[in-house]
């Protein structure tokens, strides 16, 4: 299975998300900055996969979508 194969990481401060381009500035709607919504598969420190949602919603970043490019 898939067990210990999957790593789930947090952003707190947002400095990973700035650093490769995916920081969202929504200061204008009240909310700060963030990060935009994405979805990324990395093997062996390499990107395989970057899927970023260009729309409401986690057509591209969801669970359904990343699981069949595993």
Sequence with gaps: GGEGKILYLADGSG????S??????????GMGLR????SMIVD???????NVE???????????HILGQL
Excluded: H, I, Y
């Excluded at 400095?15 to 700035?18: R, S, Y």
């Excluded at 260009?54 to 359904?64: F, I, L, N, Q």
């Design 44 to 50: 062996d420190g390499k990107v395989t996969a970057l």
């Design 15 to 18: 400095d990973f998300a700035k």
């Design 54 to 64: 260009t729309k409401p919603g986690v057509d591209e970043s969801g669970a359904a």
């Design 20 to 29: 490769v381009g995916l920081d969202n500035d929504l200061s204008a709607a």
């Design 35 to 38: 990060s935009k919504r994405f």
